[in-house]
């Protein structure tokens, strides 16, 4: 057998990085020369080739990281969200966040990774990459964008989400936030609380037969949720036509061709008013220059005494699109701005906001039960999608769940109804069936 070397690239790279890090690697780092260096006792991180370095030079940061994972020139032998726990851990711990290297420490850190083999050429981009043209949020390119992240294989989402495919945050009655699904209380239970806190609050449960309107329905979770258990007649609206196919034959499975359609339409093209309004995560697509256009969908949608629900997200800081990993793999035109932005952007659209409740605890615990499944069927779903797409999704769980673990994303459901003068239409008093969606 050949013995392990402990110097080489590894000791290099280490050298090159350590007024930058202000200390050795904060991993074990083992290069493609088998040499080892940096932390003995922290995860693992194996550089398989010179690209890896290449990729972290042409892209610094996060993208380059990201882009040298997925094409499998970074392997990690410990879970993805440990180490990027103890990554930041180390850099809390040396302080840092927000540091810009010094000139002479990035000269040094250049001459060591050339000494290493690791400059050369751009290596080509992942094929998991978003590679997408056109203007800013035109039909076409939004299009495009939906196709990528939402036209594959319907097998492969229902493998990650739960019986619903609901992909958007639960609501968790029972139980630990801080965990995530167990036996005795299912992501599966924590959505359909999710979906029946959504047809209380824009009040569904006061009389069977009202029309509403499901604006990007996705899997159509929401739609078939209302149509079965409060009587509601739903339309559906989406750009992609895997969710479309998914929803039509759950439509007819359940015999619900009476009261669900979903059509394939651009939000955009929303037509007739409804009693009832609801959009859950899709407003984030609507991008930020777009987003007067969603507002005033939504209020010309609503009939005079409906209530529009509004589920999304929110983002402070740098990256409103979510991160140079987010902007390239899954969603290159997504934004995210603070909760208080987003309501001035609905009001100036007509709305009134009449009630905030955020879910960021939740969405934590939904991650971290979509990562549960997608680990269990890790061999069923590498059977589904190409190892690239694999190692995506491990990154998006994995940089999702700390976002929403530290509070640098948040979600939050948004109760509004057209502005009117006098009484809003609403109960005076917060209902108790909207803390707890079975009360």
Request: with cysteine; aromatic share 6%; proline share 5%.
């Amino acid at each position: 057998m050949t013995a392990v070397r402990v110097s080489g690239v590894a000791d290099t790279i280490q050298e090159a990085l350590r007024p930058i890090l202000r200390g050795r690697l904060p991993v074990r780092l083992t290069a493609w020369d088998r040499s080892v260096a940096g932390d003995p006792d922290a995860p693992e991180v194996r550089l398989n080739s010179p690209n890896a370095l290449r990729r972290l030079l042409w892209h610094p940061g996060e993208l380059g990281a990201a882009q040298a994972y997925v094409a499998g020139d970074i392997e990690l032998d410990t879970p993805v969200t440990q180490v990027l726990q103890h990554v930041r851990r180390v850099g809390a711990e040396r302080d840092l966040a927000g540091r810009t290297p010094r000139p002479q420490d990035l000269a040094i850190a250049l001459r060591g990774l050339a000494a290493t083999g690791g400059l050369g050429a751009r290596p080509p981009t992942p094929g998991a990459q978003i590679q997408v043209r056109g203007r800013l949020h035109s039909r076409r390119r939004d299009s495009d964008v939906i196709h990528h992240h939402y036209d594959v294989d319907s097998d492969f989402y229902a493998l990650v989400l739960d019986d619903t495919m609901a992909y958007s945050c639960a609501y968790v009655t029972r139980g630990d936030l801080a965990g995530c699904e167990s036996d005795g209380y299912r992501l599966e239970d924590a959505q359909r609380d999710k979906l029946d806190l959504v047809c209380r609050k824009i009040g569904l449960d006061q009389r069977s037969g009202m029309q509403m309107l499901d604006v990007g329905c996705g899997w159509g979770a929401l739609s078939l949720h209302a149509a079965e258990h409060y009587g509601a007649i739903v339309t559906g609206v989406t750009i992609s036509n895997e969710q479309k196919s998914f929803v039509d034959k759950r439509i007819r499975d359940r015999s619900l061709q009476d009261r669900v359609t979903v059509e394939l339409r651009d939000y955009r093209d929303v037509a007739g008013r409804y009693d009832a309004v609801a959009s859950l995560e899709m407003g984030e697509h609507a991008g930020d220059k777009g987003y007067p256009d969603f507002a005033r969908v939504l209020h010309d949608a609503a009939s005079d005494d409906a209530r529009v629900l509004i589920q999304q997200m929110s983002r402070r800081g740098r990256h409103p699109g979510g991160g140079p990993f987010i902007e390239a793999f899954i969603a290159p035109d997504m934004t995210m701005r603070p909760v208080g932005n987003t309501i001035e952007l609905l009001e100036q659209g007509g709305l009134e906001v009449r009630d905030v409740h955020a879910l960021r605890e939740h969405y934590a615990w939904t991650v971290r039960s979509w990562q549960r499944r997608f680990e269990q069927h890790r061999a069923a779903i590498a059977q589904l999608v190409p190892a690239e797409t694999v190692r995506v999704w491990e990154l998006y769980l994995a940089g999702g769940l700390l976002a929403f673990e530290e509070g640098r994303m948040g979600v939050d459901q948004i109760v509004a109804v057209r502005r009117r003068r006098g009484s809003s239409g609403l109960p005076a008093r917060r209902p108790a069936s909207w803390s707890d969606p079975r009360g």
